[in-house]
Every structure is written in structure tokens, then in C-alpha cells.
């Protein structure tokens, strides 16, 4: 079955410190890419996505991903984090020009100012 | 522009109860979307809707469980009844025919069966 694998379930940084997020799915076909974020009492946000072209992708808040077809991986990047960023993040795929999203487990990142 | 609401925010009830969610997605978006988290897993998809017809339920756990979107607006999930296992986090999505990415999602109903 497809899956959706992220490396870490806890992060702590420090402000400033640099970010990266691991991603990797485990499908061989066309698939859409997704980075989700939800900050504390709020809704699931879209961060980022990326269907095809340029491979890395520039989302909102200074977010970026990058997809490597090789290593079937979405790996998201922030250079320098802040205390705001504070939040639960999500990889979720879809395949082919199917709907349905299939999400890994996520990443709860934590910021200590 | 009005987003993906849904009630209620929190919902806890006993084991054996009837439970109704309901899910008001941005206007205009025939794509309609039924997530869960359980605790501690991956968020799973549960069904879709277009306008009011189901396109998919594949995800839906058992017969204990029913969705509907009379008139191809707001749509309901009832759990009925309730277990256990049904307690998590409920969350609705919304996207527009044609474009079958970045759906919008609303800030989930919290569902505790006790």
C-alpha cells in the first residue's frame, strides 16, 4: 500500500537555527506533493505544493521543498525559523489524478525563542 | 471569503450515543472531503464528495458511520453509534471540480467517546 514516511515526530530548534523536514513516499507513479502546517487551535494550512516543472517549490512564510523523483522525496526547508513557527507540519501525497490525500505522520516542531 | 467551517468545535459523548458533524465548505467548491485523526496516527482519508454525490468512501471505517451532502452544500457525518475508536479529530475539506490539489480544510471537530 502507498504510504507517506516523516523522519521525525519531535523537533526542537532554536531561533534561527535552519530547518529541514524529511519526507518520502513510497509510490512509483505520477504523484501531487503537499506540505501542510497547522499552528496550535488553528486549521490545516497549505505550505506548499508541487505538481511538476521546477522541482523546488517556494511556499509561504519563506518555506521551500524540494522533490527528488530518485529518492521519492519532499524534503521541506526554512533557513532560518522563528518562534512562530511553532506547529505541527504534514507531508501528504496524492496519486495520479486521484483525490484522496495520503498523509505522513507528522512533525510537531517546536521553537524555543 | 468565507473558509471551510465546521461544528461543532469539540463533541464529547458516551459510548453508544449518536454524533452529527457538519461541515459548511467555501462556496463554490463541488469537492467535498472527510478526514480523521486518531490519536497519535496519520490522518486518514474517510470520503468524497462531488457536489452531492459520493465519488469516494473507501476510507469509511464500518456501516456505523454516514455522510451525506443533500443538495451539494454543507454535508453532515454521523457516527452511530458511537464507540470508542471514534474518538479524534474530524477534519472537512473543500476544493474546486477540476483542481484536485491544495484543498482548504476547516479546524476539525475533536470527537471524545468516553
Known amino acids: 500500500a502507498q504510504s507517506v514516511s516523516q523522519h521525525n515526530h519531535h523537533v526542537i530548534l532554536s531561533e534561527a537555527a535552519s530547518l529541514e523536514l524529511g519526507c518520502n513516499y513510497s509510490?512509483?507513479?505520477?504523484?501531487?506533493l503537499f506540505w501542510y502546517v497547522q499552528y496550535p487551535g488553528q486549521h490545516l494550512q497549505l505550505l506548499l505544493k508541487?505538481?511538476?516543472?521546477d522541482p523546488l517549490v517556494k511556499g509561504i512564510k519563506g518555506f521551500e521543498a524540494e522533490f527528488i523523483k530518485s529518492k521519492f522525496s519532499f524534503n521541506l526547508r526554512k533557513p532560518s525559523v522563528q518562534w512562530s513557527d511553532t506547529a505541527e507540519y504534514f507531508c501528504?501525497?496524492?496519486?495520479?489524478?486521484?483525490?484522496?490525500?495520503?498523509w505522513g505522520a507528522g512533525t510537531k516542531l517546536i521553537i524555543k525563542p | 471569503e468565507a473558509g471551510v467551517t465546521q461544528f461543532p468545535s469539540h463533541s464529547v459523548i458516551e459510548k453508544g450515543q449518536t454524533v452529527t458533524l457538519r461541515c459548511d465548505p467555501i462556496?463554490?467548491?463541488?469537492?467535498l472531503y472527510w478526514y480523521r485523526r486518531v490519536m497519535g496516527k496519520e490522518i486518514k482519508f474517510l470520503l468524497h464528495?462531488?457536489?452531492?454525490?459520493?465519488?469516494?468512501e473507501s476510507g469509511m471505517p464500518n456501516n456505523r458511520f454516514l455522510a451525506e451532502r443533500t443538495g451539494g452544500t454543507y454535508s453532515t457525518l454521523k457516527v452511530q453509534p458511537a464507540e470508542l475508536e471514534d474518538s479524534g479529530v474530524y477534519f472537512c475539506?473543500?476544493?474546486?471540480?477540476?483542481?484536485?490539489?491544495?484543498?482548504?480544510f476547516g479546524q476539525g471537530t475533536r470527537l471524545t467517546v468516553v
Open positions: 501528504a501525497v496524492n496519486l495520479d489524478s486521484n483525490y484522496q490525500l495520503i
Open positions: 475539506a473543500s476544493s474546486q471540480v477540476g483542481r484536485p490539489i491544495g484543498p482548504f
Open positions: 509510490y512509483g507513479g505520477t504523484v501531487n
Open positions: 508541487y505538481f511538476s516543472g
Open positions: 464528495f462531488v457536489k452531492e454525490s459520493k465519488q469516494d
Open positions: 462556496s463554490g467548491h463541488d469537492n
